[in-house]
T-cell receptor, first 112, second 113 residues
Framework: DGGITQSPKYLFRKEGQNVTLSCEQN?????MYWYRQDPGQGLRLIYY???????QKGDIAEGYSVSREKKESFPLTVTSAQKNPTAFYLC???????????FGQGTRLTVV | AQSVTQLGSHVSVSEGALVLLRCNYS??????LFWYVQYPNQGLQLLLK??????LVKGINGFEAEFKKSETSFHLTKPSAHMSDAAEYFC???????????FGKGTRLHILP
């Protein structure tokens, strides 16, 4: 089935470690997005990419990094510089013929 | 730049009553507007969208929304609430197809028996 796959669903890491969240899509979409969700704060944009090998910072990019080497993949690395990394992370994609974004099921990251 | 304000972080309605979730947006160009629904520990699912044309938009599960340019609003309604409607709802705006999508802070809808 076509869709967006985020893995793993739950992730635990020790403080000070970098961690990479996976996002893969087989919808042939050009644009991909990473959002962070915290209770009461809605979805905040971390990074987005409109084409392979190009990406832009969103509103809360500090402490995060991304790459877009393939159209299907947009991994997000949460670095040790991110002061409060525990959150629910959502990946989305959007095609040229779509006005709306399609979302993955999310990854809940807990840093202890 | 675009922004979205959702009025009320929590809304409670009785089963069978009208659901009204409020959304106001800011955009310097004609917007694309969206309502999404999220169930616990899941991703977001599109309920409905406005791009151009008819200002009253119908979506899934009996929801609809009306784009009012003069009021910069895109409120979500459903005539009769069902227990299964309990979820979190997000309003979002985008200026162009190839642009970032900005979300509101969400409204959690509670359905009272």
């Amino acid at each position: 089935d076509g869709g967006i796959t985020q893995s793993p669903k739950y992730l635990f890491r020790k403080e000070g470690q970098n961690v990479t969240l996976s996002c893969e899509q087989n919808l042939n979409h050009d644009a991909m997005y990473w959002y962070r969700q915290d209770p009461g704060q809605g979805l905040r944009l971390i990074y987005y990419s409109q084409i392979v090998n190009d990406f832009q910072k969103g509103d809360i990019a500090e402490g995060y990094s991304v790459s877009r080497e393939k159209k299907e993949s947009f991994p997000l690395t949460v670095t040790s510089a991110q002061k409060n990394p525990t959150a629910f992370y959502l990946c989305a994609s959007r095609g040229r013929t779509n006005t709306e974004a399609f979302f993955g099921q999310g990854t809940r990251l807990t840093v202890v | 730049a675009q922004s979205v304000t959702q009025l009320g972080s929590h809304v409670s309605v009785s089963e069978g009553a009208l659901v009204l979730l409020r959304c106001n947006y800011s955009s310097s160009v004609p917007p694309y507007l969206f309502w999404y629904v999220q169930y616990p520990n899941q991703g977001l699912q599109l309920l409905l969208k406005y791009t151009t044309g008819a200002t009253l938009v119908k979506g899934i599960n009996g929801f609809e929304a009306e784009f009012k340019k003069s009021e910069t609003s895109f409120h979500l309604t459903k005539p009769s609430a069902h227990m299964s409607d309990a979820a979190e709802y997000f309003c979002a705006v985008s200026a162009l197809r190839d642009d970032k999508i900005i979300f509101g802070k969400g409204t959690r809808l509670h359905i009272l028996p």
